[in-house]
């Protein structure tokens, strides 16, 4: 029997074909979408989510709190000794020591918790499902356990520490008011000379 080819099976070829690639390119670009979303969120330095990420968790964290009763901390984090290292070492070692500070502060949160780059050398951490007791002593761990000796320079060590202030998320609290609670408190310590 002689077999002649269709038009109807060439088009479904070549419909076939189209297909395929169609669902390669959406493959492709989700692929790009989803980089383009975690670059969006990352701050530009360290590891981190940037302040709009965080902002953005933070508000989701309130409203577990509001809805659930999760109870949550936020711990507000600023570095000492940055302004000193900019200006005797140049901002490359400085954003080393942010880079070193960034990288001190994810390694200390659990997978439930994230933390955030919010400013030039200020971080915050949110730590769920956590008493007030705790919290406070997850920031006084935090200032205690960072390595004050942080960069070796032409055989010195660059000195740099961190304060940091807590605060329990509140009913009625949104991410800024939460944010401006949690760095009084760390400037009240930082005045009462409680930092590293």
Same mark, same amino acid.
């Given at each position: ?47 981190? *989510?940037?302040?709009?990420? /965080? $902002? !953005?968790?933070?508000? @989701?964290?309130? +409203?577990?709190?509001? #809805?659930? &009763? ?28 942010? *880079?070193?500070?960034?990288? /001190? $502060? !994810?390694?200390?949160? @659990?997978?439930? +918790?994230?933390?955030? #780059?919010? &400013? ?77």
């Amino acid at each position: 029997m002689l077999m002649i080819d269709s038009p109807i099976g060439d088009e479904q070829a070549d419909l076939d074909q189209e297909v395929t690639l169609l669902r390669a390119t959406v493959g492709v670009l989700r692929a790009r979408l989803a980089e383009l979303e975690r670059l969006a969120d990352t701050d530009s330095l360290t590891p981190l *989510l940037n302040r709009r990420a /965080f $902002l !953005r968790e933070l508000s @989701r964290t309130i +409203d577990a709190k509001a #809805r659930h &009763g999760v109870a949550s901390a936020l711990i507000y984090v600023d570095m000492t000794g940055l302004k000193s290292i900019n200006d005797n070492h140049g901002h490359a070692t400085g954003d080393a020591a942010i *880079l070193h500070v960034a990288r /001190f $502060l !994810r390694d200390r949160t @659990r997978l439930t +918790d994230f933390v955030g #780059r919010i &400013g030039g050398d200020e971080f915050a951490l949110v730590l769920t499902h956590v008493d007030h007791a705790a919290a406070e002593a997850k920031a006084a761990q935090l200032v205690d356990d960072m390595p004050i000796q942080l960069l070796e320079i032409g055989g010195g060590a660059l000195r740099v520490g961190i304060c940091s202030g807590m605060t329990m998320i509140e009913d009625g609290d949104d991410a800024e008011t939460a944010l401006a609670r949690a760095d009084a408190n760390m400037y009240a310590l930082k005045a009462a000379g409680c930092c590293a």
